[in-house]
């Protein structure tokens, strides 16, 4: 697609249910990351995919947290049993590899645990 | 791991001035990104630097990428109201690692 595309854009959710947020990245890139961001703060590093594996997983903040990524496109992030300190935005950004290449990021998910 | 400290955290802006924020780290990148973001949208991005050394303009908007590699700067000239938001740096080797970020404001 023209830009890395996530839904919902916004999501609420009761406290212990489960939710999944989906990143549609830019087409052809194969580097994929998660971030986190809580109101008025700055990136939070959940999961780095290159391909479909994730060389670094180290962000993810509890065992309550996944993320898979398949055919090296579409990545899914999963929040089990959500509590409410996991309210915050979720950020999707991609990128061709390599470590002279640019990342762009989508619009992001809103997530509130009521 | 690596961490990029990011300065100033917030500053505020009179629309005419010039706006300096800067970015170091003890790890060496190979990539410096400067992005901002708008409330409500994700980060959008400004200015990408490759090369120790490199000087790069976009606009009202200059950055330098450090030549030991470990820090970056962005210069804002002329601000103007629409300047205002969340300026976050990133250094890339392989992952990308950001700053905390800079939040501009207008001065009332």
């Known amino acids: 697609g023209a830009g890395v595309s996530q839904s919902p854009s916004n999501k609420v959710t009761e406290k212990g249910k489960d939710v999944e947020l989906r990143c549609d990245p830019i087409?052809?890139?194969?580097?994929l990351y998660w971030y986190r961001q809580s109101l008025g703060q700055g990136l939070e590093f959940l999961i780095y995919f290159q391909g479909n594996s994730a060389p670094d997983k180290s962000g993810l903040p509890s065992d309550r947290f996944s993320a898979e990524r398949t055919g090296g496109s579409v990545s899914t992030l999963t929040i089990q049993r959500t509590q409410q300190e996991d309210s915050a935005v979720y950020l999707c950004?991609?990128?061709?590899?390599?470590?002279?290449?640019?990342?762009?990021f989508g619009q992001g998910t809103r997530l509130t645990v009521v | 791991g690596q961490q990029l400290n990011q300065s100033p955290q917030s500053m505020f802006i009179q629309e005419g001035e010039d706006v300096s924020m800067n970015c170091t780290s003890s790890?060496?990148?190979?990539?410096w990104l400067w992005y901002k973001q708008d409330p409500g949208e994700g980060p959008v991005l400004l200015i990408a630097l490759y090369k120790a050394g490199e000087l790069t303009s976009n606009g009202r908007l200059t950055a330098q990428f450090g030549i030991t590699r470990k820090d970056s700067f962005l210069n804002i000239s002329a601000s103007i109201p629409s300047d205002v938001g969340i300026y976050f740096c990133a250094g890339r080797t392989g992952g990308l690692v950001f700053g905390a970020g800079t939040i501009l404001r207008v001065k009332s």
């Open positions: 950004a991609s990128s061709f590899e390599g470590a002279n290449t640019e990342a762009f």
């Open positions: 790890s060496i990148f190979n990539t």
């Open positions: 087409s052809g890139h194969t580097a």
